[in-house]
């Protein structure tokens, strides 16, 4: 054999070694616990065939504790490259935990933090798969080094291009903060795992017992922490939700979200979408789904803080984040959690130049004591934070309540919109009629031979005067009043019209 061929050869050899990642053993144990290993994530779930470029599959840990110079760790525990999703580029990296449990060292995070520097520099989005036993333990202070490069390079990309997390597996301690400072965090039932203590640490000092699935798992993170935005059943469904993530995104903030085919709604709307009693609940999903094309609706934290729905469509081929009261849930309120939920979605929108519609209907702040403890001041100012500092396009529509702060909150013009329309069953009011009457006529009502029937024309005295959208439209705070049908064409139209937005980085996004 030539020497070239003997290199080639012992390339070969030295490649197929490597990406064997730990052993069979150790893939057959991820196997049996319904996971697939870290390569075929990245090659055969994420990427477009054939397109991933592996880079430092050599890279070698130089740790020499604990017998760790006779170990040798394919890859040091993570695969890292470049591919494509869609056709577009995308930086990624997978932590393998069949290669000592995916755990952090040096080597390690430093191929993560040359891929990161690469999506910066480059200006494509970046994907990581996070499956790890979390910072090294034989590596001591080397491996928490590279948690805080990395948490560094999260947030001076924020902003710069999307993060994407999907947890694929434990993500303990301190670990969890890379994802929570990415844009979105997808997690799996059964196989996502993210907490600060585990619970053998929470048994020793605290006495309870809890389940890692109660203390972390994939339910946990959507429904109750918020920390995650994706769950999924499988990690071929929330890969599938990636890809389709993807496709309303920009590559960076520099350019503007990819314009697809104009596709009208499955079932557009009619003029009688909401209840005719105003105090009956509806989901505003299904009026979302009568307005954006194909009624495609990618709903961002679906399950947490539903009393909000958020989330990314198209209207007439461009992306637009949506923000809607959901009045089926809390009649809609503004809360502390569904503060925070909105005011992030707009600041990721704002930073990659996606005009926002706001859809309003809600009967304002959620009042008492739990809420003023938990802060629903400190957390409202960011809603009205996040709509005040937005530049992109600002379309509002109210359909029905807007009451007191959350009229001003939910992107009124007095916040900057652009453009705001109102159904006829608009209502713009400090508050309730019927709150309102019971406070400013309560003398009146207390000294009325008949008090219900004079709080009742009381009711229906505030009801007339402001129950409506034309005191709003004729002091030019509303710019249309429109029908429910039109509403689809009314925003067209805004849209082509509206002022396209300077691109380029505009802030992070900080986690709210
Ligand atoms: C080194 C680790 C490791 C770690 C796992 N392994 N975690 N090696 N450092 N942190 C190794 C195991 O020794 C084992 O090696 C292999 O990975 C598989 O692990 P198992 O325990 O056999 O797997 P499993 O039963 O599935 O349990 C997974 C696990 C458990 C729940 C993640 O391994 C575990 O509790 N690990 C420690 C978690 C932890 O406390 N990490 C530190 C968090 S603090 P062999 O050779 O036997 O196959 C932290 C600080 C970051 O991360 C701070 C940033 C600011």
Known sequence: ???????????????????????????????????????????????DSG????????????????????????GDGVITGFGKVNDSPVAVFAQDFTVAGGSLGRAHAAKIVKVMDAAGESGIPLIGIN????????????????????????????????????????????????????????????ISNMFITGPQVIKTVLGEDVTQEELGGARTQTAITGNAHFYSESEVEAFATVKKLLTFLPANSSEKPPLHRSVPPLKPLSDDVIPDDRKQAYSVRDIIRGLVDSSDFLEV?????????VGLARLGGRTIGIIANQPK?????????????AARFIRFCDAFNIPLLTMVDTPGYLPGVDQEHAGVIRHGAKLLYAYSE????KLTLIMRKAYGGAYIAMCSRHLGADFVTS????????????????????????????PDACRQEKIDEYEDKFSNPYVAASKGYIDTIIRSSQTRDTLLSVLELAVPDKVGRKHGNIPL
């Open 390 to 393: 937005a530049t992109v396009p």
């Open 301 to 309: 934290h679906e399950q947490w803080a539903r009393n909000i729905v």
């Open 131 to 190: 499956d790890s036993g979390g910072a090294r333990i034989q590596e001591g202070v080397e491996s928490l080094c590279g948690y805080g490069d990395i948490f560094f390079r999260n947030t001076r990309l924020s902003g710069v291009v999307p993060q994407i997390s999907i947890i694929l597996g434990p993500c303990a301690g301190g670990a969890v903060y890379s994802p929570a400072l990415t844009d979105f965090v997808f997690v799996v039932n059964r």
């Open 329 to 341: 849930v809390l009649a809609g309120v503004l809360d502390v959690n569904a503060s925070d939920k």
């Open 51 to 74: 397109t991933f470029l592996e880079t430092d599959l050599f890279v070698e840990h130089s740790a020499r504790d604990f017998g760790m110079d006779r170990k040798e760790l394919a």
């Open 423 to 450: 159904w006829p069953s608009g209502e713009i009011a400090v508050m309730g009629p019927e709150g309102a009457a019971n406070i400013i006529f309560r003398k009146d009502i207390a000294e009325a031979d008949d």
């Open 1 to 47: 054999m030539s020497s070239i061929m003997k290199s080639v050869s012992d390339f070969l050899s030295r490649f197929s070694q490597k990406q064997k990642g730990g052993g069979e053993k150790a893939i057959e144990k991820q196997k049996k616990k319904g996971k697939h290993t870290a390569r075929e994530r990245v090659e055969d779930l994420l990427l």
